[in-house]
């Protein structure tokens, strides 16, 4: 079948995972070790800064997932071959549950150093936004009718919900700047004055954060061709009958 | 023919089925009265700077307004098969997404104006000189909303659980215009005009453009089957 | 041109259910073509992917010698389409319907036109009245008017006769003759096996999204035993 041909559709990714799967394991078991032991306890926050290592690497890869679905949307739209829908569908999947991640770790350190669980600071919002943007997403793939409409749908809304993206965090930057919170927020863990010790905890929380990322993407992929194959070959099964 | 003329043609035709039975025209109405009535009760505008309070108050009359006129709408063509006998016509696609835009755009306004004059009846804002720079906000902020509502009304008049579909869908993507919306006409309510809100309005521009753009380039893929 | 209609290889799949398969088909200008089968054999598939309401997932169609792709907006003018949605808008009377189509089709002298039109669907005094309120038949006879209000060179009809009382089904019999003689292609469904053979040129029966059988229509009685041989059969 076309799927077995190499390239970023490439369906022989047995390989690929195989080593992926040992190396992200030790990636993450090192990025732990980082995060708890290794990097520094900050001077404001305390521990709970520590936090912020799953937290900001899950923003990222966050970021990566959701422009692979903008760029999955356009190909779709532009070939209509379903690998591309195929890819956008688990990339936005995947991607929601980093979102997820990112929208619960934020408050639990946010609660510790500024007091509150939410803050409407822009980063946080923006955040959340896009995580209503891509629920609304996964809402119109089960809901969207058939597999083919739905591809169409969500093409649309991904590369609509993403372009977006710039925007709502401009709106919501200059908005917050009009209206800023009461609470004076602390400075040193995610702006300036981060040690280095810090700076490479984070770049190898990251670096496990996307390489869990494309574990995922890659098992969520195969999961979703074996469904629509078995859907094909049912039906073509059924017209020749 | 040029498509300036079916476009023409086809936001006559939904005028004319408009006017004859005004159902969306008058539930939008009616419905932007509701949600003013409600947050009157919601909040004592005694004790609000009203020039604040009440941006919010008219875009999210505005905005729950529109989602309802958007439903109603496109629910209609569904029913008889509208858009597709538009389909049958030798017109492109995108031209059907510009004379959709139109129709709504001009019957949402036509609802908008009423709803402002209960909102400055009711809540005695003053409104005096800027009544231009307000019009144009208003212009701006349901050319965006009318860009993105097009798209996504069309989208989930054809899914299971139409009515949350497009709310969903509409309000986190439309969050940036409404911000720009509130503000801006928070300062115009307040008397300071929009000398110091230009990068709102230069937000709303290019926030109508992309959407309009995207939405124009898109449509066709929506309509196939 | 040789074939109103070249259709090849063509296919039709919504997601996991498929609607055509590998379909060949070729109806030469002037052609009387009825198209019989069971329910959710792709009829309706059919007429949709030829009246460009529904883009094929698979092969190609060529109509009136322009390809179908996805830019096909001129070639509109030249079919005309019935199908189980009237594409009429209730708010508006029949006129208003009538003529908002005609001039959607550049129609000349669009107001005699639809006079003439109404009145060959013997739409009467009706014309004035908006739509929603019709019943089903004479919605059914004022969407055959809107079909030929823009004299298309290709019918698609549908189930044309679905809804109409004797009289009226009487009255489209002598339409589609009429289409028929002056030289206009037709592709017709139905489930009416005797109107069908009557008026057809050539017959065919498509089952499970295949063209399974197609004939001449000149022996009908051998066509209504293979007809129910092969529903029977594919309901195996």
């Known amino acids: 079948m076309a799927a077995d041909q190499a390239g970023p559709l490439s369906n022989a990714g047995a390989d690929a995972l195989r080593t992926l799967i040992p190396i992200g394991f030790l990636a993450a078991l090192v990025a732990l070790w980082a995060a708890f032991l290794y990097a520094p306890t900050e001077r404001i926050e305390g521990d709970v800064q520590r936090i912020l290592y799953m937290h900001v690497p899950a923003a990222m890869t966050m970021y990566i997932a959701y422009g692979l679905v903008f760029l999955a949307s356009v190909m779709y739209l532009v070939r209509r071959d379903s690998r591309w829908d195929e890819l956008a569908a688990a990339a936005a999947e995947v991607g929601t549950v980093f979102a997820t991640t990112v929208l619960i770790t934020g408050p639990i350190w946010a609660k510790k150093a500024w007091g509150t669980y939410w803050v409407w600071d822009a980063r946080l919002t923006t955040m959340l936004l896009l995580w209503l943007i891509f629920c609304a997403y996964l809402m119109l793939r089960a809901y969207g009718g058939d597999r083919e409409q739905v591809a169409r749908y969500c093409a649309v809304v991904g590369i609509i919900g993403f372009a977006d993206l710039p925007i709502i965090h401009y709106s919501v930057q200059w908005w917050r700047t009009l209206h800023p919170e009461p609470k004076v927020m602390t400075q040193g863990s995610m702006g300036g004055g981060m040690e280095p010790s810090m700076l490479l905890t984070l770049a190898l929380g990251t670096a496990a954060a996307l390489m869990l990322f494309a574990v995922l993407l890659r098992l969520r992929l195969r999961l979703e061709r074996l469904e629509r194959r078995v859907e094909v070959a049912g039906q073509l099964l059924h017209s020749e009958g | 023919m040029s498509a300036a003329r079916r476009i023409a043609l086809v936001v006559a035709k939904d005028l004319r089925g408009e006017l004859r039975t005004k159902e969306a025209l008058t539930s939008t109405i009616f419905f932007s009265l509701l949600v003013l009535l409600v947050f009157n009760f919601a909040f004592d505008p005694g004790t609000r700077d009203l020039s604040v309070v009440g941006a919010g108050i008219l875009w999210i009359a505005f905005l729950f307004g529109s989602i309802l006129a958007m439903n109603r709408l496109m629910l209609d063509e569904r029913q008889d098969a509208g858009l597709e006998g538009l389909m049958l016509c030798p017109v492109e696609r995108t031209s059907l997404y510009v004379a959709k835009c139109l129709s709504l755009f001009l019957l949402l306004t036509t609802a908008e104006v009423v709803t402002l004059a209960l909102f400055v009846v009711f809540f005695n804002v003053p409104v005096g000189g800027h009544f231009g720079s307000l019009a144009l906000v208003v212009a701006l902020g349901t050319i965006g909303l009318v860009a993105l509502g097009t798209t996504f009304a069309t989208m989930s008049v054809r899914t299971r659980t139409r009515e949350v579909m497009l709310p969903l869908l509409l309000i986190p993507i439309a969050v940036p215009l409404l911000i720009a919306c509130v503000e801006t006409t928070g300062s115009i309510l307040a008397g300071r005009g929009l000398a110091e809100e230009l990068h709102w309005l230069r937000l709303l521009v290019a926030f109508d453009a992309l959407f309009l753009a995207l939405g124009y380039v898109t449509f066709p893929a929506l309509l196939e089957e | ?236």
């Open chain 3, 1 to 236: 041109m040789q074939a109103t209609i070249v259709a090849r290889r063509l296919g039709k799949r919504f997601g996991g259910h498929v609607g055509l398969a590998d379909v060949d088909l070729e109806v030469p200008t002037g052609e009387f073509l009825t198209i019989f089968g069971p329910n959710g054999a792709g009829k309706t598939t059919l007429i949709r992917c030829l009246a460009t309401l529904a883009r094929p997932t698979t092969g190609t169609v060529e109509l009136l010698g322009t390809m179908l792709t996805r830019t096909a907006a001129g070639i509109r003018s030249r079919i005309g389409v019935v199908s189980h949605q009237s594409f009429l808008y209730g708010q508006l009377t029949a006129r208003e319907n009538l003529l908002f189509y005609a001039r959607m089709f550049a129609v000349e002298q669009p107001d005699e036109r639809v006079l003439a039109v109404a009145d060959l669907v013997q739409l009467g005094d009706r014309l004035d009245d908006q739509v929603r309120t019709f019943s089903r038949g004479l919605v059914q006879r004022c969407a055959i008017a809107r079909a030929l209000v823009h004299e298309p060179d290709l019918l698609l009809f549908d189930e044309p006769f679905s809804g109409l009382d004797p009289l009226a089904a009487a009255r489209l019999v002598e339409i589609l003759r009429a289409a028929h003689d002056a030289g206009s292609t037709v592709v017709m469904t139905s489930h009416d096996l005797r109107r069908g053979t009557e008026l057809a040129d050539r017959v065919a029966v498509l089952r499970r999204g295949r063209l399974a059988h197609i004939q001449p229509a000149s022996t009908t009685e051998n066509f209504e035993a293979t007809y129910n041989r092969l529903v029977t059969e594919g309901q195996q």
